[in-house]
């Protein structure tokens, strides 16, 4: 088979792979959205990380600051 | 060591990260679980996976979440928290007490995890390992005597028969 004919295959499978996930996501994502609009959830709280609690207090205060 | 001992020792644990990790596991916790402190904790995960085939293209995609989890020996209670693998927050807990699931047990396949059913509606399947590299999708942890720990009491104490 010539390399022109195995390119042209190869650019097509590509192309159909290509599309194929185009499609999937198309479909997921169009499915993730009707799911969403049927089945609507109260949003769930969210707690972000506290602040850790202030270390002990540094009684060397010269300590890296001798410049 | 030389070279080659480097190079086939594999990835290594930077503890330094994993204690920093389990101290902020420990702050989320204790933040929604009132008395937190008397429950040990792991970080597990659970796994969504969806299989899709269109034509040509078929494969699957998997869900990744994030939980803190805590047990208390004496009550006999798993408590699950979602989070993060940045942990940057996390969300309301859930607790499994022994007394009000349906049943639980340990799956070894498809995948090795401890399956709760809270009822007859649902189930959580709680993944855990010792240590996952990847903290793009885990949270990184050094946990392996808190898992062997967990996976005891589990398997004793809190497994149905």
Redesign the interface.
């Known amino acids: 088979m010539p390399l022109k004919e195995i390119g042209l295959m190869l650019l097509a499978l590509v192309v159909?792979?290509a599309v194929?996930?185009l499609?999937?996501h198309t479909?997921?994502g169009l499915l993730e959205k009707i799911k969403g609009l049927l089945l609507r959830r109260p949003p769930?709280?969210?707690?972000?990380?506290?602040e850790?609690p202030e270390e002990e207090e540094k009684t060397d205060r010269g300590e890296g600051g001798g410049d | 060591m030389g070279f080659f001992g480097k190079l086939f020792k594999g990835p290594e644990i930077d503890q330094a990260k994993s204690d920093a990790n389990a101290?902020?596991m420990r702050?989320?916790f204790n933040?929604?679980v009132e008395d937190g402190d008397s429950y040990r904790l792991i970080f597990g995960y659970t796994e969504d996976v969806s299989r899709?085939n269109?034509?040509?293209?078929h494969g699957s995609?998997t869900k990744i979440g994030n939980l803190i989890v805590g047990w208390n020996e004496d009550r006999q209670t798993i408590v699950a928290v979602?989070t993060v693998p940045d942990?940057?927050?996390?969300?309301?807990p859930t607790y499994y007490r022994r007394g009000e699931i349906l049943k639980a047990y340990r799956n070894k396949y498809p995948t090795d995890a401890f399956v709760i059913y809270p009822d007859k509606r649902g189930y959580i399947a709680i993944n855990a390992y010792d240590w996952l590299e990847d903290e793009k999708l885990y949270v990184y942890v050094s946990q392996e005597a808190e898992l062997a720990a967990f996976t005891d009491f589990f398997m004793h104490r809190f497994a149905t028969k």
Request: with cysteine; net charge neutral; aromatic share 18%.
């Open positions: 159909i792979a194929g996930h499609w999937f479909v997921e769930q709280p969210w707690h972000p990380l506290p850790e | 101290k902020k702050l989320l933040q929604v899709f269109y034509g040509f293209v995609k979602p942990l940057s927050g996390c969300g309301e």
